[in-house]
Every structure is written in structure tokens, then in C-alpha cells.
């Protein structure tokens, strides 16, 4: 059930009609060719590159949006039954469902399980992980938990957290010494497997030059996020974790729920969060894996409540009359499940929305392609924003990227190759209107770029152009730059009006 749920959630409005920025990437770098994926990683995105592999064999089937997002709408699904199991592990066929649609039906696992990029899979796979960890605690092999673990690591390096989390559930089960041994040497596999990445990861960190340490108000945002952005599920769901947390320990060497789900909600976002006090790496998206852990918690503070009321049900009664697991409460817990979905429904409606990404490049196309025409010069700024026309290449065909050297493909970069500042001062000296597809933030002077050829572009522009009639999409816009008469060259003569 809570798959179904989780599936019919993610399929809901799957089709928004636009790509925001980091979708476009997987998208133009799905469709390209095995060798020039290989090569894109040499100097950027390392740390995808499983996934874009991946996402190659799925779009070669049926390359658009919809097919971008499905890998994600399974994977979400998957690690909504794969919470359901470890529910019913740990504690009972009833925690496990109770778990299950929580998670499905949470805001943030809808909003990524509708994103075109890997984290869905990753969270499916640590959560996988996470099983066969209590089976092996249990007494089962380690060496499933291990591949699983190094595969889900590759698709995104962070997940390699999960082990610090699978340490403190030991630790609060008392595991004994065979345990801890078998879990070391697993773990000591996953790491040796991920040491390439790292190795190759770690020249590429320029990419996460734009993130800022994360403070206090970040924590209690991704809480939120964890237990329900709506006040009324969230004040619910956090004292039912609370109780939850009453049960962390239980008997020797015998996991709980709570000391499994506390430790994968917690540890992770927390040693990622320190981290980053002394080099930024945080982003929410990429501890979404931890998310899992919450909805357990949940259920098994729900549990507590459905068990107290139980035993008052059965004081007094004859043994045969106490039923051990009241189908009456399952349903409850299910009802009260539903309630939520109810309370946050306007925010999963406006989540399937375009404008509830970053960006919506979409959007621009559309704009672009009424504003156009055959022959017209374009420059993107920042190089970044060529992504729509990589994505949306239609209302671009017949216009001249005026700055661009080398494709993207061919060059192994995300966005092409650019002309150096005097190249780029010369090829824009030679023009009369440019359009600009650009960041209103940069062409506005509201902060100047540290690349030395988008700041030539922006002081070029102001120095030399006007700004005429524009489109704006959100922090995109379409803008006409025209010369004035006064600034061009002797040589210049006015272009013929447009169509």
C-alpha cells in the first residue's frame, strides 16, 4: 500500500510542462553518447556520473520529461515499501504501514521522487541498506549490505554518511564483538570502493563554490521538512517521535525501530551540517536518504500510544478477549495518515507547479521562441543559461550564439566553450542587437560575477547597449540589447526592423 500511495503521488501532474536547471543537465547529458559522458566526468559532475548512465539508457528509449523523472517516481516508490519492511521488522506488520505512508505522503519525498535527478535513488538505495543491515545484525550476511551500500554511494558520495548512522545503531543495540567485526569489514569495503570518487570528486569542488555554511534556522528547516511543513502534522509528528525515542535501546544485540530510524535521521544531516561549518557542502537534497528514518520514529511513537491504549482496552477483559493487534488501530493510524495528506495537500498541489522549482527553462524557451527570429544573435549570461537552448533547442534554430567556440558535447563541458575577454569585446563590437537570455540578479548589477569573461559580458552590456523590451521568467529574462547611434562604429549602418 504504501508503494501504491508513493507511485500515485509521484505520477500526479508528473508532466509540468518545464525542466528547472539542474534537470536540464541530467537531460542534455542523458542524450549524449557513452564516450562523451565519460568524458564530461573528467572535469566535472564525477560525483553523477552513475546516474547519467543510467539515465542514457533510459532516454534512449523515450528521450522527454516525463521518462527524465519516472527512474525517480520508482525509486520513491520503492523506498516507501522499503520503510514499510523495516517497520514490520523491527516491530510490526501495523508500524510498518503507519511508516510507510508517512513517508510517501511527505511533501519533500514527493518533490524529489518528481525531479530528474538522482537523489530519489539514492534515498531507495540507502534504504535498501538499511534492511539488509538489520538482517545482518540479525545474524544474516553482510556482504549484500556492502554492494548495495557502494552502489549507493556511487550514485552519490554523501550517502557514504549512512555508515556513521549504522555505527550508532549498533552502539545503542550492544552488539557484540562478531557484529561489529562483520559491519567493519563491510564498511571498510564501501569505503575503498568510494576512494576513486573521492579522489576524483575533490578536484571538481569548485562546483560547490556557491553554498553557505548552514546555521540554526537550516536545522529546524529540514525537521520541518522530515516530519511535515504543515504546523498542525508537524507539532503531531514530532511528540509522537519524541515518544519514539523512548524505546532507543532495547535487548542485547536486538535493534529497534527507534535505534535504527533515530540514528539514519539524525546522524547524517548533522555531521554534513558541522562539516560544512569549516567548507559548505550542505544542501538538503543531498541528505534526502535520511529522511526515512523520520516516519519510522513516528510510527513507532505511534505504536506506544496504540499500545497503552490496548492494554486499557484489555484491563479487566478475559485473555481470549484482548486482541493482540487490533485491526481497529491499523485503521486509525491509517485515517490519521490521510488527515495529514489532507492538511498539506495545498502544498503538495503547488509543489507539481513549474514555478515551484528554481527556475523554469521551459518557460524561457517558450519566451525565446516568441521573441526571436532567423539570424538573430544571442548571448547567455551566465553560460550557464545556454542549458535552455541545449535543452530546448527548437527556438533557438537560425540564431547565431554569438560567444560560443565548442559545443558542449564535443568540448566535455556542460555548457560549451566560450570566447576569451578579447574575443568576446571584438565579436560584440561587431553588433548592433543582441538578445541576452540572462540572470536579471547579474544584468541588473545586483552582485558582479568572479568569472572574468561574465563580467566582461555585463560590463560590456552596460557600457555599450541598451536595454529595450524583455520577457521575464521568474530570475530569467529575455532581453533585447540594441546599440545606441551615438556609440556605433563609423562603419555601422542601422539593421532592418524586425518581422
Known amino acids: 500500500m504504501p508503494a501504491l500511495v508513493m507511485l500515485a503521488l509521484g505520477l500526479w501532474r508528473l508532466d509540468r510542462g518545464g525542466m528547472w536547471r539542474d534537470e536540464a543537465v541530467s537531460f542534455q547529458v542523458g542524450r549524449r553518447t557513452v564516450p562523451q559522458i565519460w568524458h564530461l566526468l573528467h572535469d566535472v559532475d564525477a560525483v553523477h556520473g552513475l546516474y547519467y548512465l543510467l539515465l542514457h539508457a533510459v532516454l534512449a528509449v523515450h528521450p522527454g520529461e516525463v521518462a ?23 516491530v510490526r506488520p501495523r508500524v510498518g504501514l503507519w511508516a510507510g505512508l508517512l513517508y510517501a505522503v511527505t511533501p519533500m519525498a514527493g518533490h524529489y521522487a518528481q525531479e530528474g535527478r538522482s537523489y530519489a535513488l539514492v534515498a531507495a538505495g540507502a534504504t535498501a541498506a538499511t534492511l539488509l543491515f538489520v538482517r545482518a545484525v540479525r545474524g544474516g550476511a553482510w556482504r549484500a549490505y556492502g554492494v548495495v551500500l557502494s552502489l549507493t ?28 567485526r562483520g559491519w567493519g569489514c563491510a564498511a571498510a569495503a564501501v569505503v575503498l570502493a568510494l576512494l576513486p570518487m573521492v579522489l576524483v570528486s575533490r578536484g571538481q569542488s569548485a562546483q560547490l563554490a556557491w553554498l553557505r555554511p548552514p546555521t540554526a534556522e537550516t536545522a529546524g528547516g529540514l525537521l520541518r521538512r522530515f516530519l511535515g511543513p504543515a504546523d498542525s502534522v508537524y507539532w503531531v509528528c514530532l511528540a509522537l517521535a519524541c515518544l519514539g525515542l523512548l524505546r532507543l535501546a532495547g535487548r542485547r544485540g536486538e535493534p529497534t525501530c527507534a535505534g535504527v530510524g533515530m540514528p539514519v535521521a539524525v546522524v547524517p544531516p548533522l555531521v ?18 535520511a529522511l526515512s528514518g523520520a516516519p519510522l520514529l513516528v510510527a513507532c511513537g505511534a505504536e506506544r500510544v496504540a499500545g497503552t491504549v490496548e492494554r486499557l482496552w484489555g484491563r479487566g477483559r478475559p485473555v481470549w478477549r484482548r486482541p493482540p493487534a487490533s485491526p481497529a488501530l491499523a485503521l486509525l493510524g491509517v485515517a490519521a495518515v490521510a488527515l495529514s495528506v489532507v492538511h498539506q495537500f495545498p502544498l503538495l498541489r503547488d509543489d507539481r507547479a513549474p514555478g515551484a522549482r528554481a527556475d523554469d527553462l521551459g518557460a524561457v524557451s517558450r519566451a525565446a521562441g516568441r521573441e526571436l527570429a532567423d539570424g538573430d544573435a544571442v548571448v547567455f549570461v551566465p553560460a550557464a543559461l545556454r542549458n535552455v537552448a541545449l535543452t530546448y533547442p527548437r527556438p533557438f534554430d537560425g540564431t547565431r550564439d554569438v560567444l560560443r567556440v565548442a559545443g558542449a558535447a564535443e568540448s566535455g563541458t556542460l555548457y560549451g566553450r566560450e570566447a576569451g575577454v578579447a574575443e568576446l569585446r571584438r565579436r560584440l563590437a561587431g553588433l548592433d542587437r543582441v538578445w541576452v537570455v540572462g540572470d536579471r540578479r547579474l544584468l541588473g548589477a545586483r552582485w558582479v560575477p568572479r568569472d572574468p569573461v561574465e563580467r566582461a559580458k555585463v560590463t560590456t552590456l552596460w557600457q555599450q547597449f541598451t536595454g529595450r523590451e524583455e520577457t521575464v521568467r521568474g530570475v530569467v529574462t529575455v532581453r533585447l540589447y540594441v546599440r545606441p547611434v551615438s556609440a556605433r562604429p563609423p562603419s555601422a549602418s542601422p539593421r532592418p526592423g524586425r518581422r
Open 68 to 90: 527524465l523523472r519516472l527512474p525517480s517516481v520508482c525509486a520513491a516508490a520503492a523506498t516507501a515499501a522499503l520503510v514499510a519492511e523495516l517497520g514490520r521488522r523491527l
Open 153 to 180: 554511494c556511487w550514485l552519490h558520495e554523501f550517502a557514504v554518511l549512512l555508515l556513521l548512522a549504522h555505527a550508532v545503531s549498533l552502539a545503542l543495540a550492544r552488539a557484540g564483538r562478531r557484529v561489529w
Open 272 to 289: 554534513l551540517m558541522l562539516v560544512s561549518q569549516a567548507s559548505p557542502l550542505y544542501v538538503d537534497r543531498y541528505v534526502l536518504y
